[in-house]
């Protein structure tokens, strides 16, 4: 029954309710400009260059009302056995009498998570392709990349807001004191930056597209791989050949309607 309040760590809860008292605003912002240049200089040469910007922030607002199931659970202690089996309390280790208290005699809690991202590419690229005399064929393309990604992430527990008071805060030390021997943290504050660099380059010749040959080389690197230039870089490349078989002349003579296509590769 929606209607009715039950009981959860030691205090009344009803769905209803604690959406109202327990609630979480979300605001996001999500932007993007990127932009894209092609230029032929010469009738084989092709240049292009592509950029982009991103922008990200989005920011989560939890407000735990004083009535809220939350909150009520800091302070319920009704019987000296819910005094005593309530987790939510404070006992003072340094003191051999103490018997538990409340760390949230009034109030709830403002928690907060703002992450934000700013990133960024960059690609430019270099195209040649050349037909010499409708028998030797060349391509050659090089380029580079990079990309830069700054994230930010931080989260802040505001506890004791009074939000019926007029959101006024009001604490007691023995909250803190609490977190500290239990080693929670209040508040935290994060920041991410990678950043990749890769340069390549691919160059095909054929003759006659009869016979092929490919070679391609890559050297990229990140800072997320520590100092070294052994570990931040790695450099990789390949060499291909191919042999289309179907275009000499003497293929359709021999196969006629038996095969149409036939290649071989190795790299």
Avoid: C
């Amino acid at each position: 029954d929606p209607n009715v309040y039950y009981q959860a760590n030691y205090a009344p809860f009803n769905i209803l309710h604690e959406l109202d008292a327990n609630n979480i605003d979300l605001n996001l912002v999500d932007t993007k400009f990127q932009a894209e240049l092609a230029y032929n200089p010469i009738r084989d040469l092709r240049l292009d260059l592509v950029g982009a910007v991103q922008y990200d922030a989005s920011t989560q607002e939890n407000n735990v009302e004083e009535t809220s199931n939350e909150a009520e659970a800091y302070r319920a202690m009704g019987t000296s056995q819910i005094r005593d089996h309530n987790n939510y309390l404070y006992t003072d280790p340094n003191d051999a009498y103490a018997l538990p208290i409340s760390i949230l005699p009034t109030g709830g809690f403002y928690q907060r998570t703002d992450l934000k991202k700013l990133s960024w590419d960059a690609k430019a690229t270099a195209n040649y392709n050349h037909v010499f005399n409708n028998i030797h064929t060349l391509n050659v393309l090089g380029g580079l990349d990079v990309s830069n990604v700054d994230r930010e992430h931080t989260w802040f527990n505001g506890v004791g807001m009074q939000y019926e008071r007029g959101m006024t805060p009001f604490y007691i030390y023995q909250y803190f004191k609490k977190a500290q021997e239990q080693n929670n943290d209040y508040y935290s504050l994060s920041e991410t930056h990678n950043r990749t660099a890769a340069f390549f380059g691919t160059a095909t010749y054929s003759y006659k597209q009869r016979y092929n040959l490919t070679g391609t080389i890559r050297y990229e690197g990140t800072n997320r791989l520590g100092h070294a230039n052994s570990a931040r870089w790695l450099p990789t490349w390949n060499i291909s050949g191919s042999w289309n078989a179907y275009e000499e002349p003497w293929f359709q003579k021999v196969f006629q309607q038996v095969m149409t296509h036939a290649t071989i590769r190795a790299s």
